[in-house]
């Protein structure tokens, strides 16, 4: 999702951009992924590949969550470095903050305490190669690899099959299968009281033009967010609205939610000169818009 909105970008026109699919490169096969770097001789590499999901993916499949996104990291970061590459911006989570850490997340935060259980693989994944990144910075300073880390985010390209999805494409999908079905009541995981920052995918892929385009200027880690977050109750009525869906909600207590807050503070990203432009309305329109053309219902 994340690589997509990147390449439809406006910016993407004025770069040649190499881009293999997961078909063509596996990243998880160091020598495939130093062979492709090799031929490709890049100015600057960007990695925003991930195996992603939601709450119930996290916890089904702990394993591969850990394991592939710390090879695929591992394994571009360390063969960009081997072959002298001297700008890599890599893409982190909010999921590497410690689940009881004081909101706003600030950047200095990391490894400062538990994570969340329900996605601790991946989270330990994505901090792994974020410190992996800082100390090549370290050892080799004219090496600037460095990382943004986006809160939750949704849109074009997203994942909408509730075994895979995170929480904003389920709702959508939900919200409209719910339509479909005249159902009169949609269920929402726990009270809906859990607070949510979710940014539109298009957005993140501007941040991220913005530091191909200044990447001396940016910082070493810098979070990628609103600034602000919603309940998940607040969440399902403005998708509600954008779907056309008419019924109820009941709230279904026995069901994990994770944390109770996740926000990430901005002040970093704010003082660089960034932020984010898409209204949840907007956006969530655009996702909507874009579900209705890969289901063709």
């Known amino acids: 999702m994340v690589g997509r909105n990147f390449l439809e970008h406006t910016a993407a026109k004025d770069f040649e951009i190499a881009a293999p699919t997961s078909v063509e490169l596996d990243l998880r096969d160091y020598g495939a992924v130093h ?16 195996k992603v999901g939601g709450i119930q993916a996290n916890i089904r499949e702990p394993v591969s969550f850990l394991l592939d996104n710390l090879d695929m990291g591992r394994n571009i970061v360390w063969a960009s470095r ?4 001297k700008r890599l911006l890599n893409l982190g989570s909010s999921c590497m903050y410690p689940r009881d850490a004081a909101n706003p997340l600030r950047e200095d935060k990391v490894l400062q305490g538990e994570l969340e259980p329900t996605n601790e693989g991946y989270a330990l994944a994505k901090v792994t190669v974020a410190r992996l990144c800082d100390y090549i910075g370290r050892e080799t300073p004219e090496l600037k690899y460095k990382t943004l880390i ?21 709702i959508v999908h939900k919200l409209h299968q719910a339509k479909l079905a005249g159902a009169p009541l949609v269920d929402i995981w726990g009270d809906g009281k859990a607070r949510r920052e979710f940014m539109y995918a298009g957005d993140l892929a501007d941040c991220m033009w913005a530091a191909v385009r200044n990447f001396d200027s940016v910082p070493d880690t810098m979070n990628v967010g609103l600034g602000f977050d919603l309940s998940v109750n607040e969440y399902y009525e403005t998708a509600a609205c954008v779907v056309g869906y008419g019924g109820g909600f009941e709230h279904d207590l026995g069901k ?12 970093r990203a704010t003082s660089w000169g960034w ?19 890969v289901t063709k219902s």
């Not at 062979?35 to 991930?50: S, T």
């Not at 081997?82 to 590459?85: A, K």
């Not at 986006?150 to 389920?170: E, L, T, W």
């Open 35 to 50: 062979a492709a770097l090799e031929r490709f001789q890049p100015d600057i590499v960007v990695h925003a590949a991930g």
């Open 82 to 85: 081997n072959l002298g590459i």
């Open 150 to 170: 986006p809160c939750n985010i949704y849109g074009r390209y997203d994942k909408f099959d509730p075994q895979h999805s995170h929480m904003v494409p389920a």
């Open 256 to 267: 994990p939610v994770g944390m109770d807050q996740k926000l990430v503070s901005v002040e």
């Open 275 to 293: 932020q984010a432009q898409t209204s949840l309305e907007q956006g969530l329109a655009k996702t909507y818009a874009y579900y209705l053309e």
